[in-house]
């Protein structure tokens, strides 16, 4: 990491205990619920909780507060938890090995959405793609813990190394440049996932 | 005239060459584009035949763009050729495409290929230490940063190391590293990354070394445990040290524990000290300031 990101990190992890802001909970849940909703009637479990501190980078959750989100917060209300939806961190131990659908499900919605936004990304005002960025690293880390916590070791994986990327593309002093490339790149790695999940989803399917 | 004519000649070349410089560089973008289409597409086909071609695409004259997608893939794909290629570019590959070679191998998890990465970070460059921490922080493996850290005789690749395990949440290798290797900077500010205030508490406590102590005592004020104050407390008023009773006044006030501030002030019979701590809760905008200031004032306490 170079002194940018250490200390982007730095002032994440100082901000970690910020409370969320509502509005941002509510996009992650819409986002989730609209991927779930299928299978609400079907099967709805307990939330498992959410260990949603620790992974330095991961604090970024509270590095959009610091950027600017938190005022909206600290304006508009008082703390509140992140709860996972019970819909994306389920018992997988029902599920006879398959990662759950619901999960997949909201994933493939997390990584469209990430799709976009990186696509829309503006290149050359710096703090407008900081805050996208630390925005898109926290559903991120979310989704993270939600594939950990599903046995999906493999998804946990590559959204693991979303982040560094991630990182470097928040960085302020990155060149319009290697912006681009590393938005080429994720967009790239995006789309070959996506395409993973529903080839996967298709057969599971036609399976069944 | 003979001039002018000569100046529109040479612009009018000028500008058909360059208007065929944009074509052709135009159609070179189409076909890397096509070319990356096509990658992507081998997303759908089997492995066992998407292998070879992606083998091809990496072997072949092509852009370090499409390679590096082809990497990609590559990690996507479960079968032991596709985690040899990966270690094969990973340790013969230079530039970009090794860096995301050893990235991929990180991604694909894959324990023979992970096995690797200690050869290569020894091997390799700074680049390349860096970019083998990056890929045991991918796939979560605590033991291989563990390693490095507990080995490397470079103070800033045992830095690195401790921080990736900071944030891969290995509580446990890093209790195991200050018993090894002793306190330092670098484990502090890892304890405060990975909210370890049982370490800190250890270190807060440890009266050998007096910097990294009050270093330590200002970090659990950071971390904030339930019962940070308490030790805060306990350590402020158990020590002599006037930059220890700092630091731990500093950990309160970092920690917003204005009731401990407090309880500290009405126990003091010391009047520089009330001072000190007066000034402390109105910085920290304490709810009781005005109640403490009008005691004060009127000489009750």
Known sequence: MNDDEQKLCHELDLAREIPVPADMQRRWHDSIDRAAQQEYSVRQEPARPFHFTSFFWGAAVTAALVAGIGIGAYLTGGPTTIQPNSYVVQDISTVSGAVPGAFTRGLQVHLRDTQQNIASMPIDTTEDRTLLVLQIIQQNRLFERAAEQNSSDDLARVLRAFEPILLRLAANDIAPTDAQALRDQLAFELKIMLTKLERDTSKDTQST | ?301
């Open chain 2, 1 to 301: 005239m003979h001039t002018r004519l000569k100046l529109i000649v040479v612009l009018l070349a000028l500008i058909t060459a360059s208007a065929g410089v944009a074509q052709s560089s135009q159609t070179d973008q189409d076909k890397e584009d096509l070319k990356m289409a096509a990658l992507e597409a081998l997303m759908h086909a089997p492995s066992e035949q998407a292998l070879p071609i992606v083998i091809k695409v990496l072997n072949g004259d092509n852009s370090d763009d499409l390679k590096e997608g082809a990497l990609f893939i590559l990690s996507q794909i479960d079968h032991p050729d596709a985690t040899a290629t990966l270690l094969e570019f990973a340790r013969s590959g230079d530039g970009d495409l090794q860096l995301e070679a050893i990235r991929m191998i990180g991604i694909n998890g894959e324990n023979e290929a992970m096995a690797g990465l200690i050869d290569l970070y020894s091997a390799g460059d700074e680049d390349v230490r860096e970019a083998v921490l990056e890929a045991y922080l991918i796939a979560d493996d605590v033991d291989g940063v563990f390693n490095i850290a507990m080995t490397t005789q470079s103070e800033d690749e045992y830095e690195e190391a401790v921080t990736i395990l900071a944030a891969m949440d290995a509580h446990e290798a890093l209790s195991k590293l200050r018993e090894a290797k002793g306190p330092s900077d670098a484990l502090i500010t890892a304890y405060i990354i990975s909210d370890n205030d049982a370490e800190l508490r250890i270190l807060a406590l440890d009266g050998s070394d007096t910097e990294l102590q009050i270093e330590a005592i200002q970090a659990l004020g950071i971390v904030g445990a339930n019962d940070a104050d308490t030790v805060l407390v306990e350590i402020y008023r158990s020590t002599d040290s006037e930059d220890i009773k700092e630091a731990a006044l500093e950990g309160l006030l970092i920690g917003d524990y204005d009731d401990s501030v407090l309880a500290l002030y009405r126990a003091s019979n010391n009047v520089a000290e009330k001072r000190d701590l007066l000034e402390v809760l109105v910085v920290m905008d304490s709810d009781s300031v005005m109640e403490v200031i009008e005691e004060a004032l009127a000489g009750d306490q």
